[in-house]
């Protein structure tokens, strides 16, 4: 039975350690209706995850009455809210916490780093850990340094956030961020180091792009960026690696072109791949892909990842993120709009289970129908029908952008000439040039032909003319 009225109480009284007895209460509920949640996890507001996992209380399968759901809606909502609202931005990091050494000390209490690394301003705040931009004397080079948000956090997620570090550093690819080492302070807190990218985020850039600020990000740039963003999935395929939270704001875009895939934390080893001595796995005991989990960002979802069914994920739930993001290149939104509210986060990915997604053209008419092919077939809701490899889509978008056939679209014989005739620019105008030149000049000696027998018709009539009158003359003069 479900203390309904202790979990309210726990929620609305919203310290740590009621927060903590709220999840313990939480977690008798969920597995009613197939869901589980990290029992060292708490209803902290920066937890964009669990602010899904707490709209399925809500939802129509929970086994809370009407009456009760209207009663936690709004705690829910403020919780979206609050994590929706967490800071992501250098700019927004900086106006918040400044970069003042006195907030430096305070943030950093009692968190003693290694002797060579001096933090010199907060970056940005996630779900697992915050993220600091520091001086590595040793090398003399700005590094971002990533550490545990919560000090008090326990085994469960010091193994998430180990995991996403290990996982990081064995992926060893020019399009993924690399990782410098990994470290504990002198409290046993774990932190590592990675590179420090100086630019913006593909978000930035696909919505400077659409909003016409950036007349340098014209289509042909995104497609660049998107075929890195492809290169480094598939390398990470091919170490039986997924990521399963792909999205513009997780690729970095380097101020000399770098591209670099960030935020490895859900990522999960696929059954049969061998961790290696450089790409350690957690143990099976932490492992935080349990069966029935939401995890994620909605607007990016596969099917099978909002559904929480994890032994279904593989590549191809990658692939139907690179799907998403290919859709928010050609139309500047996601598939899906994630709401504002706990309702509309669980409409959302009821309507991405059920494959309710709009067509590109729908939403922006002058995308080639070719192109939208590609998205489409990327973001099928069967997993068997979208592109079995990252190559797949890979190959097929760089067959569009050369005027080859794809593998998504049926071309008809109208289609297979345009597409030879765009392929075939050159040649083309050659032909039409001379085409023009021929009937040009055919019609100008059809013209002149006539001309000249006009003329000589009328010459002859002239001079028939002029014979028959001096004939009369001379017959006169007889």
């Known amino acids: ?47 964009p995850t669990f602010a899904i996992q707490l709209s399925r209380l809500i939802s129509n399968d929970s086994p809370l009455s009407e009456p009760q759901k209207e009663q936690l809606e709004p705690f829910l909502n403020s919780l979206i809210e609050a994590s929706s609202s ?40 996630g779900g697992l850990g915050k993220v600091w931009v520091a001086k590595d004397h040793a090398v003399q080079r700005e590094i971002v340094l990533k550490q545990l948000r919560d000090t008090s956090a326990g085994d469960t997620t010091k193994d998430r956030f180990l995991h996403e570090a290990q996982v990081t550093a064995g992926l060893e690819h020019p399009n993924i961020v690399p990782v410098y080492g990994l470290n504990a302070d002198i409290e046993g807190q774990p932190y590592y180091t990675m590179k420090y990218v100086r630019g913006d985020t593909f978000a930035d850039m696909i919505q400077r792009h659409h909003e016409g600020s950036d007349h340098e990000s014209d289509l042909n740039k995104l497609f660049d960026v998107f075929q890195h963003i492809c290169n480094a999935v598939a390398y990470a395929h091919s170490r039986g690696i997924i990521h399963r939270d792909l999205k513009p704001e997780n690729i970095a875009i380097g101020e000399f072109g770098e591209v670099l895939v960030l935020d490895w934390g859900l990522a999960k080893r696929l059954s049969g791949h061998e961790a290696t001595s450089t790409d350690k796995e957690p143990t099976q ?21 909002a559904r929480g069914a994890t032994d279904e994920m593989d590549e191809r739930t990658d692939i139907y993120a690179l799907g998403a993001i290919l859709f928010e290149i050609l139309t500047g939104r996601p598939p899906r709009y994630k709401g504002d509210r706990a309702k509309e986060i669980r409409t959302v990915l009821n309507d991405i289970q059920a494959g309710h997604i709009p067509l590109a053209r ?12 590609i998205c489409t077939k990327a973001l099928e809701r069967s997993a068997a029908q979208r592109y079995q490899t990252v190559r797949d889509l890979r190959n097929d978008l760089m067959a569009f952008r050369n005027y080859l056939p794809i593998t998504a679209h049926q071309e008809s014989f109208i289609d297979r000439t345009k597409r030879l005739m765009a392929r075939h620019r050159l040649i083309t105008s050659v032909i039409l040039i001379a085409a023009i030149i021929f009937a040009g000049g055919s019609l100008g000696y059809t013209l002149f032909e006539g001309y000249a027998h006009n003329t000589a018709k009328l010459a002859n009539k002239q001079i028939n003319s002029l014979s028959t009158s001096t004939a009369q003359k001379h017959a006169e003069t007889i």
């Open 1 to 47: 039975m479900i203390d309904f009225d202790r979990l309210l109480a726990l929620l609305e009284a919203g310290d740590d350690l009621s927060l903590i007895k709220a999840t313990e209460v939480l977690n008798a509920i969920m597995p009613d209706f197939g869901a589980t949640l990290d029992p060292n996890s708490t209803l902290a507001p920066q937890s």
């Open 86 to 125: 967490k800071v992501s931005t250098i700019d927004q990091a900086n106006e918040d916490l400044g970069t003042d050494s006195h907030v430096i000390e305070r943030e950093l209490a009692n968190r003693n780093f290694d002797d060579t690394l001096a933090i010199t301003r907060f970056l940005a705040e």
């Open 285 to 305: 005991a932490h492992d935080q892909s349990r069966q029935g989990r939401v995890m994620g960002t909605p607007n990016y979802m596969a099917p099978e990842q």
């Open 362 to 373: 729908e939403l922006r008419p002058s995308v080639p129908k070719r192109l939208e092919s």
